[in-house]
């Protein structure tokens, strides 16, 4: 496990199938921990060595989006700047920043719009994924220029990232994604996963 992950972390070795039906029997026993102590745990459990407490804290983000606040956003990028790899990056960008920009429109100009314009990659890449499951309620100018601020990038994740949120994109607006792409000057990995399904 540590090795796929690039020997970036060390792993108890425990697989996901058997994370998540110990989740399960914790949760259901002791229930999941009030939303005030939320940013406390997380925190912690973040900081352990081993990548399956990173993957716990995501757990409990998850189960309680709906009532997390617009004060979590700090929280968030937090996590996405430290001990960053896509296997974490991903979901908080997909899953926790789309879920509380949904409910917060306001925080999208306050931190994505910092998030795209910074130095860190995964900042940057959670700019450009955020919207991955808004379908006909991305904002396609925003989705566009983000992309635009980042076609001279080099790096694979941000490359992978501009293909991704494309081809996501694409599943709604297709006839967009292929202007798009052909009037865009894409680097050719984000190229070929835009029109990966089209």
Same mark, same amino acid.
């Given at each position: 496990?540590?090795?796929?992950?690039?020997?970036?972390?060390?792993?108890?070795?425990?697989?996901?199938?058997?994370?998540?039906?110990?989740?399960?029997? /914790? #949760?259901?026993?002791?229930? !999941?921990? %009030?939303?005030?102590?939320?940013?406390? @745990? $997380?925190?912690?459990?973040?900081? &352990?060595?081993?990548?399956?407490?990173?993957?716990?804290?995501?757990?409990?983000?998850?189960?309680?989006?709906?009532?997390?606040?617009?004060?979590?956003?700090?929280?968030?990028?937090?996590?996405?700047?430290?001990?960053?790899?896509?296997?974490?990056?991903?979901?908080?960008?997909?899953?926790?920043?789309?879920?509380? /920009? #949904?409910?917060?429109?306001? !925080?999208? %100009?306050?931190?994505?719009?910092?998030? @795209? $314009?910074?130095?860190?990659?995964? &900042?940057?890449?959670?700019?450009?994924?955020?919207?991955?499951?808004?379908?006909?309620?991305?904002?396609?100018?925003?989705?566009?220029?983000?992309?635009?601020?980042?076609?001279?990038?080099?790096?694979?994740?941000?490359?992978?990232?501009?293909?991704?949120?494309?081809?996501?994109?694409?599943?709604?607006?297709?006839?967009?994604?292929?202007?798009?792409?052909?009037?865009?000057?894409?680097?050719?990995?984000?190229?070929?996963?835009?029109?990966?399904? &089209?």
């Amino acid at each position: 496990m540590a090795k796929y992950m690039k020997n970036l972390f060390p792993y108890l070795g425990i697989k996901t199938p058997e994370r998540e039906a110990l989740f399960r029997g /914790f #949760t259901k026993v002791h229930g !999941l921990p %009030d939303v005030t102590e939320l940013d406390k @745990i $997380v925190r912690e459990l973040w900081l &352990l060595p081993e990548r399956e407490y990173a993957y716990i804290a995501m757990n409990l983000l998850n189960k309680r989006l709906k009532l997390l606040g617009s004060e979590q956003a700090d929280l968030l990028e937090y996590l996405i700047v430290t001990r960053s790899w896509w296997d974490t990056v991903d979901l908080l960008a997909g899953q926790v920043a789309g879920s509380l /920009f #949904t409910r917060y429109p306001e !925080l999208i %100009d306050r931190y994505a719009e910092s998030w @795209i $314009v910074a130095d860190n990659m995964w &900042l940057q890449r959670a700019a450009i994924l955020f919207q991955l499951k808004y379908k006909n309620r991305t904002d396609e100018e925003r989705l566009f220029r983000y992309i635009k601020h980042c076609l001279s990038s080099k790096e694979f994740f941000i490359q992978k990232s501009i293909g991704w949120a494309l081809r996501e994109y694409a599943k709604t607006e297709p006839e967009r994604v292929r202007q798009f792409v052909a009037e865009t000057p894409l680097p050719a990995l984000s190229k070929r996963e835009a029109l990966k399904h &089209l």
